[in-house]
């Protein structure tokens, strides 16, 4: 199966920027579908961004349009999402997820996951 690694959480201050990185263990093929979740604590996991290569469509959650953005590089196997403008809300464990199919915004319709990175924005 598909192995997933996020790397680039952390801590920073409202209005600050952070770029998440996630790496493929194989090929993210073109037809996959490649999104970003987060979940913050009490509360269930949430779609944020997707993007599929083959037809270079990308989806974002009304609460993040204008400030993230998902990009890939499929060559290094490894999906972006740069976030800007960041708030207090946006703390959570962010997910980097992969399907086979089209866009997706539901959870249960992403096969592989990766573990997780924090980020943490103060107040």
């Known amino acids: 199966q598909v192995q997933l690694v996020e790397s680039g959480g952390g801590l920073v201050q409202t209005g600050g920027s952070l770029r998440l990185s996630c790496v493929a263990s194989e090929r993210t093929y073109s037809t996959y579908t490649m999104g970003w979740f987060r979940q913050a604590p009490g509360k269930e996991r949430e779609f944020v961004a997707a993007?599929?290569?083959?037809?270079?469509?990308?989806y974002y959650a009304d609460s993040v349009k204008g400030r993230f953005t998902i990009s890939r590089d499929n060559a290094k196997n490894t999906v972006y999402l740069q976030m800007n403008s960041l708030k207090p809300e946006d703390t959570a464990v962010y997910y980097c997820?992969?399907?086979?199919?089209?866009?997706?915004?539901?959870?249960?319709?992403?096969?592989?996951w990766g573990q997780g990175t924090q980020v943490t924005v103060s107040s």
């Open positions: 993007n599929r290569w083959i037809v270079g469509s990308t």
């Open positions: 997820a992969a399907r086979s199919g089209g866009i997706a915004t539901m959870s249960h319709e992403y096969a592989y």
